[in-house]
């Protein structure tokens, strides 16, 4: 049950009795679009409708929702449907509408929101993908948790997800890792002379692999040739890292179904299959560069090169595929990859990258059309930097320098929920503040508290009534029994309204791939749980259990319920836990717990 997609269907019958056979041709019903007004003042539902079709109809918009509007009124679940300016409708449903609503929550639990609107379509989600160089870093966390968040929305509304991290285990920074390996295996070996050139990873998690390494192989290394021990430190430190990163992920609730390999991808034959397939379609030419736009660079020189015709897609210019030494490119692999992800069946694929990868975007998105002859969408999400902040200062994150807070850091400061609620309170393109002091404050203006504590505040309603007043009657009362006519208070139906929402939100998030748009969503609803609860403190009226009123007391229980399961339905959607006042638990959240209950 959606409402708001059933006021489109209000709409579409008021279409049919005020058009004739020869115009209803003429709409669309997937460009209707009903939602919430922002002032309540103007009714539960608004639409355009009347705005968006008025010239293809030719006639006046504000004519044709006159027309609209009294069509409507004749409907059963409308209370008033009112023109509003130029044209614009705003339509205020019956309180029955709303009950039903509630009704049917109470139903279906927690697959209430869930949707088949994939159709079992078949998408691949790739994120994190960082370099195996070093272990992930907090600002990584920001991309996980985006990747994971909008895998388990598209999982909800019916798509067959594939998660997927891409290891980009080719190339000279996997050689430089190798190398930086090598240093400190001879430092761990007793050698008090090794000095990490610059451009070299320093860290001192890379002592840890070479430990390891001096434990299984002793100092056999330091006898073999050059490229025996590249090639095996190589594999060594990517495979070490990995298995860390893994761990990582793990921390933070996040299990890739996949995991794929750039050299292997390489030594397959990936990149010169794809390679063929633009040279077939004639997308591959010699030519030279212009220089960078509005920046010079030192190390730029006008050279012949290989190039993708990437204009001819959309791209503002064409791009190296291979370089003067006869190497492929970074793009050449990639171009590779996602076409490795359109023969396993994805033609929607969706990439989460970090910012500066901004201007790979067009190339991208221009080499996936190619290869798949337009067969293929590719959606990139950008995910914009992270400002890690302590004291107030700056917290640096750099592999290089090994200066930086790891997510393993960051877990054990905060607990996994906080990083991926915290990173969910800005949508991906905009810039986020992590402050670790704010975020481990004891206070309501921490919102993933704040909204977990809703969910606990609700069972520990529910449990009480148990063993209150209500005893034995309410253990035998079937929440969807219950008269919830009842609940005709604005306040009780403003948290109804804000429930029957849920499903809209859920489709929407998914279409636009904004997981962020589901904690939103939560910390609306938890501020008008909270809200709610507070005026029942202030107003013996609103009081969830009414003493002398018990058929009341099941009514509100009943919408105490509700909010339960739609809360505990999108803290899942987000990878969040619940958690339980009576429970033991971290103490930061049982010290939450004592001072919301004050």
Known sequence: MNIYQDVEHMLMEAFNKVLGPKDIGKIDQNLINVEPPRDKEHGDVATNVAMVFAKTLSIKPRDLAIKICNELDRNDDVSAAEVAGPGFINI???????????????????????SAL????????????????GPLHAAHARGAVVGDALARLLMKTGYDVCKEYYINDAGSQVDILGQSTFLRYQEVLGDDSIVIPEGHYPGAYLKDIAAEIVEKDGNKWL????????????????????????????????????????????????????????????LLYEGVLDPPKGKQSENWMSRPQRLFKSTLFGDDVDRAIQKTDGNWTYFASDIAYHYDKYKRGFTEMIDIWVADHGGYVKRMQSAVNAVTFDEAKLDVKI???????????????????????????????????????IMLTRKNDQVLEFDFDKVVEQSRDNPVFYVQYAHARCCSVLRNADVGNTRGSFKKSNFCSNNLSLLTDENELNV?????????????????????????????????????WNKGKEDEKLRFIVEDDKELSFARLS?????????????????????????????????????CLK
């Open 92 to 114: 205020k449903l019956v309180d029955e509408v709303w009950f039903k609503s509630l009704h049917f929550i109470l139903k279906s639990g927690k697959d209430y929101g869930s």
């Open 118 to 133: 994939g159709a079992g379509k078949k998408i691949n989600i790739e994120y994190v993908s960082a370099n195996p160089t």
């Open 223 to 282: 006898s073999k040739s050059v490229e025996e021990r590249l090639d095996a430190f190589r594999k060594y430190s990517v495979q070490m890292m990995m298995e860390k990163v893994k761990a990582d992920l793990n921390s933070l609730g996040i299990e890739m179904d996949i995991f794929s390999s750039e050299q292997s991808l390489i030594q397959s034959g990936g990149v010169d299959s794809v390679l063929n397939i633009l040279e077939e379609r004639e």
């Open 383 to 421: 995910c914009q930097i992270v400002h890690m902040l302590k004291d107030g200062k700056p917290v640096r994150m750099s592999k290089r320098s090994g200066d930086f807070v790891t997510i393993e850091d960051v877990v054990t400061a905060v607990g996994k929920d906080v990083i991926r609620f």
């Open 496 to 532: 109804i309204k804000i429930l029957t929402n849920w499903p809209r939100i859920i489709q929407g998030a998914a279409k636009a791939h904004e997981p962020h748009r589901i904690a939103f969503y939560l910390s609306d609803l938890a501020a008008a749980f909270h809200s709610l």
């Open 559 to 595: 919408l105490i319920k509700a909010i339960a399961i739609v809360i505990a339905s999108g803290l899942e959607v987000i990878g969040l836990s619940l958690i339980h006042i009576s429970e033991p638990t971290r103490p930061l959240y049982i010290s939450y717990a004592v001072f």
